[in-house]
């Protein structure tokens, strides 16, 4: 099973940008497609992008498309989300995660098989 650590978080100005990155460990990260997610609390866990094996074909929520842009390194077992035009509703704790399947209906958290810890992002305004 993969072992994934996020990093990059941290606090931000609304406008501002950031860039998350998920480490890979334990299993080459070319076995899976890769997603994000974010969470705030007493919400469930959002999905905001995923990115197949090859990181040739990437799906995004709606909420994030055109500022949010997931990409991967599979020779750095890395996977990325560059965020951009953050805004205050944008604050969360953010994952990523693991799948075997790649679709745009792939983005349910149950899809998913390992998560990282989770990093947090905090925008203000």
């Known amino acids: 099973q993969v072992q994934l650590v996020e990093s990059g978080g941290g606090l931000v100005q609304a406008g501002g940008s950031l860039r998350l990155s998920c480490a890979a460990s334990?299993?080459?990260?070319?076995?899976?497609?890769m997603g994000w997610f974010r969470q705030v609390p007493g919400k469930e866990r959002e999905f905001l992008a995923s990115?197949?094996?090859?990181?040739?074909?990437?799906d995004y929520a709606d909420s994030v498309k055109g500022r949010f842009t997931i990409s991967r390194d599979n020779a750095k077992n890395t996977v990325y989300l560059q965020m951009n035009s953050l805004k205050p509703e944008d604050t969360a704790v953010y994952y990523c995660?693991?799948?075997?399947?790649?679709?745009?209906?792939?983005?349910?958290?149950?899809?998913?098989?390992?998560w990282g810890q989770g990093t947090q992002v905090t925008v203000s305004s």
């Open positions: 334990g299993r080459t990260l070319r076995d899976y497609a």
């Open positions: 990115i197949n094996w090859s990181g040739g074909s990437a």
């Open positions: 995660a693991s799948t075997f399947y790649y679709s745009s209906y792939v983005r349910a958290a149950v899809d998913f098989g390992s």
